[in-house]
């Protein structure tokens, strides 16, 4: 599938970093490095605008790495990206570390996985078809 994409950064494109790789990272578009301290977040630009087709998102996820190694996730996970948004695409980084994180020029900060979805029409009703599980929520199994 190609998608169409403005890239105002001095980064490459985000690209698939191995033959199997579900995700794209994105690079940090900042002149100078961003101190994020514990337990604070910071939007940070990637200078990337894209134009998906219909029917079709792009979910900004965190990178798994940054999570485990230094406690840095995606405030907002996954982030949805529409269709028809053309803003430029940020991320909204959070440190759940005790640590001070700092994002330089060009790191690696964030996933971006394409996807389609669909829309649904509702159909409201009164009742809804019985199941095994029925109403169980959280917790209902036990486990």
Known sequence: MKVKIINNSKNALPKYET??????DLRAN????????????HLIPTGLHIELPVGYEAQVRPRSGLAVKKGITCMN?????????????????????????????G??????????????NWEQVEVLGETERGSGGFGHTGV
């Open 30 to 41: 900042i002149s100078e490095s961003i101190e994020i301290g514990s337990l604070e977040r």
């Open 77 to 105: 996970s996954p982030g949805t990206i529409d269709s028809d948004y053309r803003g430029e695409i940020h991320v909204c980084l959070v440190n759940v570390s005790k640590e001070v994180f700092t994002v330089n020029p």
């Open 107 to 120: 790191d690696r900060i964030a996933q971006m996985v394409i996807g389609s979805y669909t829309q649904v």
């Open 19 to 24: 033959s199997g790789s579900a995700g794209l």
